[in-house]
């Protein structure tokens, strides 16, 4: 997550994918959570440098980048899981 320590990092990224979560109408535990709001941050922010040549900055940011990021996830997921 760009301008966030690593620390501040899992907090942020648990906090979006349980916000994902909630708005997804899902139920995970908090370590998926975490990885959710994680790895969608890292992967919303690469889509927002690559179309921008920018990302969203501070907490308030990565928390909606994650956010977008983790319901995304949680949506390929839940497609794949149904094909299944």
């Known amino acids: 997550m760009t301008g ?3 620390f501040a990092s899992i907090i942020v990224g648990g906090l979006a994918g349980w916000l994902a979560e909630k708005f997804m109408n899902r139920e995970h535990n908090l370590m998926l959570n975490v990885f959710m709001g994680i790895v969608g ?3 919303f922010n690469a889509v ?3 179309i921008f040549g920018s990302t969203l900055g501070g ?3 990565q928390l909606f980048v ?3 990021g983790a319901c995304v996830l ?3 997921i839940n497609m794949f899981r149904s094909r299944a």
Do not use: K
């Open 66 to 68: 994650g956010f977008v």
């Open 74 to 76: 949680i949506a390929a």
């Open 48 to 50: 927002l440098v690559f």
């Open 59 to 61: 907490w308030i940011g």
């Open 41 to 43: 941050a890292m992967l």
């Open 4 to 6: 966030l320590g690593w």
